[in-house]
């Protein structure tokens, strides 16, 4: 298995996840880099290559017309758990961008909630389009959005060497 950029992002959250307070500061550092998801305040339950799981609090910020968590809201839940996946997961010679989301809303969210990412695949030999599976859960359970997110796979441009 090749080496993961993992290495770096993990290594932050398992130096982080010890202290207290440390996964909201692995959260913020998260949303820091990527301030659009600052808006639905996720905390990181689970990070690993493999497996991502993130919540967020059902909060009148986040809250559409009949007082569930809005459909947006979700989506951008998933995409983080994906996105979040997938740096965990990708080799460090490699990139990934979404590339698009089918997403199902199954039921109106009346609780906080939590997505789950899961992908299997270790092996990355080229150019390739990869579905991650995101399913979000509310409080009791139940499941209340299912989501695919299309990362699209590729190996990194070589750099550019800048002259001083």
Same mark, same amino acid.
């Given at each position: 298995?090749?080496k ?15 202290l207290? @307070? ?8 998260i ?40 459909a947006?809201?979700?989506g951008?839940?998933?995409? @983080? !758990?994906?996105?979040t996946?997938m740096?965990?997961?990708?080799p ?13 809303y199954?039921?109106? !969210?009346?609780t906080?909630?939590?997505a789950? !990412? ?5 092996q ?8 991650v599976?995101?399913?979000?859960t509310d409080?009791?359970?139940e ?5 695919r ?5 590729s ?10």
């Amino acid at each position: 298995m090749s080496k993961s950029s993992s290495n770096r992002v993990l290594g932050i959250y398992r130096k982080l996840e010890k202290l207290p @307070l440390g996964k909201r500061l692995f959260a913020f550092i998260i949303c820091r880099n990527a301030p659009y998801f600052s808006t639905i305040h996720p905390r990181f339950l689970t990070f690993e290559a493999g497996h991502v799981v993130v919540s967020m609090k059902k909060r009148r910020s986040v809250e559409n017309h009949i007082r569930s968590i809005h459909a947006l809201a979700m989506g951008n839940l998933c995409e @983080l !758990a994906a996105g979040t996946l997938m740096e965990a997961t990708v080799p460090v010679d490699m990139r990934w961008l979404p590339r698009g989301m089918h997403i199902e809303y199954l039921k109106p !969210a009346r609780t906080a909630i939590q997505a789950e !990412a899961v992908l299997e695949k270790t092996q990355w030999p080229g150019k390739e389009d990869v579905d991650v599976p995101v399913s979000v859960t509310d409080a009791n359970g139940e499941e209340v959005v299912r989501a695919r997110i299309i990362m699209h796979v590729s190996p990194k441009p070589p750099q550019k060497e800048t002259v001083r």
